[in-house]
């Protein structure tokens, strides 16, 4: 069974912080992604990657970067936490074997900037 | 751009009554059509998917159907249970290098009354 694991559940942080969101997963999947996810807006991309080191921009990519340096870890980083990114994020993860590939979603993190 | 529309954004049924959700997609090149369910404070998951070789798929009391045509496709659940209540997100897949970028509609709230 697929597990993706996202370091926290709840965070709490201030604006102006660095923010680091972190995500594992244990199926050597070569793509992972970043959602963010909004009453009323569904799930939106932030990045995703395809292999280590790279690195792709989803939707809504502003005030974010990522890092994967290696293949089972997918980190999300806020450079400057804002109120307006108050909000759920989900990673995901796939294995590129075809078109009906599946995403396997983590618990998510629910994140408050005050 | 890329898009998903989801309708409607909340339905409620008697258990025992069916329900449906259905989605229209922008990018004709969409090949890959997964459906998400998401319980309170739980992560999404897979419930049933459909490829674009595919007009109709069945799983017990999930079934979906493919439009390619009008590009829309709906998920059916017939004998609906209380546990049934959930957010259910539709998906679709425009190929991209190979990393399945989804693009997701906005989720529908499914409520089922006892």
Same mark, same amino acid.
């Given at each position: ?36 996810? $909004? ?10 990657? +395809? $292999? ?11 005030? +974010? ?23 759920? +994020? ?16 983590? $618990? ?7 | @751009? ?11 049924? %008697? ?5 449906? =959700? ?15 369910? %998401?319980?309170? @404070?739980?992560?999404?998951?897979? =419930? ?11 799983? %017990?009391? =999930? ?13 059916? =659940?017939?004998?609906? %249970? ?22 997701? @509609? ?9």
């Amino acid at each position: 069974d697929v597990k993706v694991t996202q370091s926290s559940r709840y965070l709490v942080k201030r604006t102006g912080e660095k923010v680091f969101l972190e995500c594992v997963q244990d199926m050597d999947h070569e793509n992972m992604f970043w959602y963010r996810q $909004d009453p009323g807006l569904g799930l939106r991309l932030i990045y995703f990657s +395809y $292999d280590v080191k790279m690195k792709e921009k989803g939707d809504i990519p502003e005030g +974010y970067s990522v890092s994967r340096e290696k293949k089972e870890r997918f980190s999300l980083i806020l450079e400057s936490a804002s109120t307006n990114q108050t909000s759920m +994020y989900l990673c995901a993860s796939s294995s590129p074997g075809g078109p009906n590939q599946p995403q396997h979603f983590g $618990d998510g993190t629910r994140l408050s900037i005050l | @751009g890329e898009n998903v529309e989801q309708h409607p954004s909340t339905l409620s049924v %008697q258990e025992g009554d069916s329900a449906v =959700i259905k989605c229209t997609y922008s990018d004709s090149a969409s090949n890959y059509f997964p459906w998400y369910k %998401q319980e309170l @404070g739980k992560r999404p998951q897979l =419930i049933i998917d459909i490829r674009s070789n595919v007009g109709e798929k069945k799983d %017990q009391r =999930i079934a979906v159907t493919l439009n390619k045509t009008a590009k829309h496709f709906s998920l059916h =659940i017939t004998e609906t %249970q209380p546990e049934d209540s959930a957010v259910y997100f539709c998906a679709a897949s425009p190929t991209f290098s190979g990393t399945y970028k989804y693009i997701f @509609g906005t989720g529908t709230r499914l409520k089922v009354l006892a």
